[in-house]
């Protein structure tokens, strides 16, 4: 279909309503480490958010849990992370001392340790235009229901997950898998609360979740995959996906999926959100009138928009390969550290590959993947890293992107200390600073440049076997 064209006379001149040392674009899990340690940092900070609240896929796109990314039984991100979890805690929002949170205190949370480290909260403003010189940002333009403005810093950070600002300064991306040219499904996340007289008859004083999931869940997946092959439910994921809800009664499903669809192309969204809802209304249908656990459930909720696992990943200064992560990789300018696995939804349609490290292993990030190679002024706060398709899959989850956000912030804030380039301060100096904040990160020990010690036929092993496993417990 060719499409026509259609002149517009845009204002070549815009007022510069908004000036700031660093202007972090997304307020999401990797928008809030990035601010927050920005202005701890002592940086003047302008944190642009599309919506109104702050938590980005943990809010708007109702995701949850946090997964554990852990070593040694502690948290690897310590720091931030932590603190945003914990402050939910202080709203309820948090069961026990879990990583299920509620959405509602998330955004609370987040907001406090924003406004308590002095950043200033600019929402329902999306960037929509970049202006570039010299391989530097030098303003862009947002949009909010005042038309257009200007806004200018001296430094920026991309915390859109997309890499929205980062693209349109120009900058080099890949998308998607190497094979395939997709990215990750797309998942719009929904909760049923079970409703009081069908709830299980042993389980009504115990853990509902658990032992609903016990008793019925070999059921709830039976019932499912007739429903898939009779064609009353349309979504492709091989299984039904469930966490538990902070409330002992409601259930998280992380169930459709929807794929071959681009979170960069507005139609390919906007038709992505009426895919997963038909989805959800088909599975809500089945399970409430074929599984006893859901007969009269409630739906509780629907996540505001369909949740992104995969766009653009920014290149960067640094690259990490699938080999960097399995080896376990570690580097004197390593920024944040990872033992999530890989952790793959079919692009293409059903399964899920799970790739788990060996115990002993973790992977560093160097912080030359948070610098986009093209532009000097810019750093990535997100999980649009350069990284390849597969260990994006593992950086993703919130815990950790959460920790590149608060590496890129430091950067950030010790840049405009320095009356540099972002592009400038030297990672092995952000990962002492980082530690210094408490964050979980080891002293680079060039003896030992990679954590994990299988062999290359266990390697093929592993990787075979989660080829064939289905995600039962994946994000
Ligand atoms: C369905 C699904 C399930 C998942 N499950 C889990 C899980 O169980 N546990 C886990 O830890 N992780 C999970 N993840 C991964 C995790 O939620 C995301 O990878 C993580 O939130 C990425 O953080 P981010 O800050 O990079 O981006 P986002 O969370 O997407 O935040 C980006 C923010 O930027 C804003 N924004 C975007 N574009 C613009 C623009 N142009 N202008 C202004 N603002 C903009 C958005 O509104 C948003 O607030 C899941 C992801 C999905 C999609």
Redesign the pocket.
Known sequence: MSESTFSVNFPTELPVKHTADVIV???????IGAAVSAARGGADVLL????GF?????T??E?????PNHHDGKSLDTGIFTEWLDRMGTYGGRLGDSRVFDPGAARLAAEDLCVEAGVRLLYH???AHVETADKKITGIVLHSKSGLTAAKAKQYID????G?LAALAGCEFKFGSEDTGFAQP??M?FKLKLSEKARPADVTNGDLFQNMMKDQYDLIQEVYKKAQADGRIECPRENVLM?RGVDRDVVHF?TTRVIKHDATNGDSLSEAEVLARKQIRQLVKVLSEEVPAFKDCQLYSIAPQI???ESRRIMGRDFVTTQDYMDGRTYADGIARVTYPIDIHNPNGTGTVLLHFPKEAWMEVPFGCLLPKDIDNLGIG???ISVDHAVHSAV????P?VSL?QAIGTAAAMAVKAGKDICQVQGAAVKEELIKQGRNLVPFDPEKQTTATYTDEQRAQIAEVCEKRAGRFS?
């Open positions: 674009i997304g307020g999401g899990p990797g928008g642009v958010e599309h919506y702050l938590g980005g896929m943990a708007a796109g995701v949850n849990p946090f997964m403003h999306r960037v915390s859109t997950g997309d929205d797309m998942t996340c966490f992380n949740g992104i696992r997100a999980r649009c993703r989850v919130m815990p992107v956000g994000a």
